[in-house]
C-alpha cells in the first residue's frame, strides 16, 4: 500500500500541472483582461467601479498610441506599459506560468489584481459561508439517503418504491435555483408569508445575541437556501443506496443467512449493510469536499451569501487571475488528494480490494 500511495502522490504532480497549463493556455485566449478593464475605466467605458483601485495610482495623458490593446488609442505607451507591469504581463506567457508555479509550490498565491488583499485571507474570508453551506447539505442529504434508499430496496417494485422515485425524478429535475425563487417568493417577503431573512448569513446585531439565540438565527437564515439545495442533493445518494443494497440482497449469502433463521432486519444490517455502504462510504469525501467548495453559485447569489462560489465568478467576470488560478490550484490539489483518500477508505472498509495489485 505505501508503494501505491507513493505513486499515487507522484502522478499529482503531472496531474495539477496539466490542469493549470490548460487553464493558463485558455486565459491567454480571453478577451477583456484586467489591463483592457482598466484600459476601458480609464476611457469612462466601464461604468462600474470594481477596477477603481488599481488605477489609482495610474493618470492617462492625451496623446496617440500604437498600442496592442482594443479601445487603448489615445492612452500614452508608457501608461500602458505601467499597467503591463503592475499585473505582471510584461513577461513572455511561458515565464509568467512558470513564476506561479514555483509560488504555488510554496503556497505563495500573491494578491488580488482589484481587492487590495491576499488570495488566501480572501478564500477564509469566504469559507464560513461555504462551509455552511456545504457541511449541512451533506449532512441533511446523508441523513435523507440513506434510509430512504435502503427502504426503496427492501420495498422494490411497491408503490412505496415507485411514488417515492417519482419525487425524486421530479426533485432532482427541478432547478435549485428555480426553488430558491419559489421559497422567497412563498417565504421570505416575496407574496406571501414573510417568515424567513432575505439576505446574508446572520442577522444585523448577531453579535448582540445571546449563544443560543445565535444558534437559532444562524439556522433561520440557512432554512430557506438549505431546502433549496437538498431538493435535488440526495437523488444520486438515494438511487446509489437503492441499488447497492438490491444487489447484495440478491447474492448468495443473503440466502444463506436466511437459512440460518435470521430474520429480514438481521439479515439487512448484520450481514447486508457493510457491504452495501462500501460504495457510499467510500464516496463520502469526495461528497464532502464537493459540498463545500462546488457549492451553488446561484442560490449564493439569490439569498445574497457572499461564499466562494460567488467569490470565483467574479474574479472571472472582472479578471481577477490571482484568484482565478489560487483557486484552481488548492481545489485542484484538494480533489487529488480526496480521491486518493477515498481509495484508501475502500481497502479499509473492504480489506479484498489491493490496490497494490493493480496498475494506477
Do not use: C
Not at 254 to 283: C, D, P, S, W
Not at 284 to 305: D, K, V, W
Amino acid at each position: 500500500m505505501g508503494a501505491y500511495i507513493l505513486r499515487r502522490l507522484l502522478l499529482m504532480i503531472p496531474t495539477i500541472v496539466g490542469i493549470m497549463a490548460i487553464s493558463f493556455l485558455v486565459v491567454q485566449f480571453a478577451p477583456g483582461g484586467p489591463v483592457e478593464q482598466i484600459i476601458a475605466q480609464v476611457q469612462g467605458q466601464d461604468s462600474g467601479d470594481r477596477l477603481s483601485g488599481a488605477s489609482n495610482d495610474l493618470s492617462a495623458q492625451g496623446v496617440s498610441s500604437d498600442s496592442s490593446y482594443r479601445g487603448a488609442q489615445g492612452l500614452d505607451p508608457e501608461f500602458i506599459k505601467k499597467l503591463e507591469q503592475q499585473f505582471g504581463f510584461d513577461k513572455p506567457p511561458l515565464t509568467r506560468f512558470l513564476d506561479m508555479m514555483w509560488n504555488y509550490i510554496r503556497f505563495d498565491f500573491g494578491e488580488s489584481f482589484f481587492r487590495n488583499t491576499s488570495v488566501i485571507d480572501l478564500i477564509i474570508d469566504k469559507l464560513p459561508v461555504s462551509i455552511s453551506l456545504g457541511f449541512w447539505i451533506l449532512i441533511v442529504s446523508y441523513l435523507i439517503s440513506i434510509p430512504l434508499g435502503i427502504r426503496k430496496a427492501v420495498k422494490d417494485g411497491s408503490s412505496f418504491d415507485i411514488w417515492t422515485s417519482g419525487i425524486i425524478i421530479v426533485g432532482y429535475a427541478v432547478p435549485s435555483f428555480l426553488f430558491g425563487i419559489l421559497l422567497i417568493v412563498m417565504f421570505a417577503g416575496g407574496s406571501f408569508f414573510d417568515w424567513f431573512p432575505l439576505r446574508g448569513l446572520v442577522s444585523d446585531n448577531f453579535d448582540d445575541l445571546t449563544w443560543y439565540q445565535k444558534i437559532g438565527d444562524y439556522f433561520w437564515h440557512l432554512t430557506l437556501p438549505l431546502i433549496a439545495m437538498s431538493l435535488s442533493a440526495f437523488a444520486t445518494t438515494t438511487l446509489l443506496t437503492k441499488n447497492s443494497f438490491i444487489d447484495e440482497i440478491k447474492k448468495q449469502y443473503v440466502t444463506t443467512a436466511r437459512a440460518k433463521g435470521l430474520n429480514e432486519r438481521q439479515v439487512l444490517y448484520g450481514h447486508v449493510f457493510r457491504n452495501a455502504m462500501l460504495i457510499v462510504i467510500a464516496g463520502f469525501p469526495g461528497a464532502f469536499i464537493s459540498a463545500f467548495f462546488t457549492g451553488s453559485l446561484l442560490i449564493e447569489n439569490i439569498f445574497s451569501l457572499d461564499g466562494l462560489g460567488r467569490l470565483g465568478y467574479l474574479s472571472i467576470v472582472n479578471r481577477d487571475y490571482p484568484i482565478v488560478f489560487g483557486t484552481l490550484f488548492i481545489f485542484s490539489l484538494m480533489g487529488l488528494v480526496v480521491n486518493l483518500i477515498s481509495d484508501l477508505i475502500y481497502t479499509w472498509i473492504d480489506p479484498r480490494i489491493d490496490f497494490e495489485r493493480r496498475d494506477v
